[in-house]
């Protein structure tokens, strides 16, 4: 099981949660936004955690790359009322502060014009793709466990409805038949009278 094998969400989010061990957040992260793009700063309180993880993930992915690259792959547009969108970079700040984080855990190495993934990052990257696997399997075989246990309480469910349903259509019938022979037996049926022909007088 490798890096590409797992969604990519998936990884980000447990190597976030691991990071959170090892990576003190800057004080700055409750209050600056991550691009000029935005409005407001993130909602969630781990986002400084997420975007480090996010980062290793691209240099992994991407190879030799520097902040300017990142910069343009986490910008997006800006809304500006009446005037058309237009396009700004992330923060480089929030970027570098990652990179010399993960650099500091041995994560990524310094080259010329950039950073690229360490043999170190690479195998922490592959153990946890492995970990996550063997997690969404069991999951998976838990999901469908219970999909079927759902699947065949429904079906002796409906058995059982359609059981109830045919013994109450029965019973009335069953009734009547007795009734029937118990007048016959009694003399009590009623003989239909003759229809009069037309033009008899009454």
């Known amino acids: 099981m490798a ?3 797992i969604p990519a969400t998936e990884l980000i989010e447990a190597v976030a949660a691991d990071l959170k061990k090892q990576v003190k957040q800057p004080e700055w992260a409750d209050f600056v936004k991550s691009g ?3 409005e407001r700063a993130p909602h969630r309180r781990d ?3 997420v975007r480090m993880a996010s980062v290793l993930y691209r240099v992994y992915r991407e190879g ?3 902040t300017n690259r990142l910069r343009t792959y986490y910008g997006g547009r800006r809304n500006r009322g009446v005037k058309p969108h237009h396009f700004y970079r992330a923060s480089g700040k929030v970027i570098r502060v ?3 984080e993960l650099e500091k855990l041995g994560f990524v190495k ?8 360490s043999g170190k990052g690479e195998s922490y990257l592959n153990a946890k793709a492995k970990e996550i696997g063997k997690e969404l399997a069991e999951r998976l075989m838990r999901e469908k ?3 079927e246990r759902i699947a065949k309480e429904a079906a002796q469910k409906k058995e059982v409805k359609k059981e109830e349903a045919v013994g109450k259509e029965e019973k009335p019938v069953e009734g009547k038949e007795k009734r ?3 007048a016959v037996e009694k003399g009590e049926v009623k003989k239909e009278k003759p229809k009069e022909k037309q033009g008899e007088k009454k």
């Open 47 to 49: 986002w400084f955690y």
């Open 3 to 5: 890096v590409y094998d």
């Open 36 to 38: 000029r793009h935005c």
């Open 110 to 117: 310094k080259e010329k014009g950039g950073r690229s993934i």
């Open 98 to 100: 990652c990179l010399q």
């Open 64 to 66: 030799h790359l520097g």
């Open 180 to 182: 029937g022979e118990a």
């Open 145 to 147: 466990e219970e999909a």
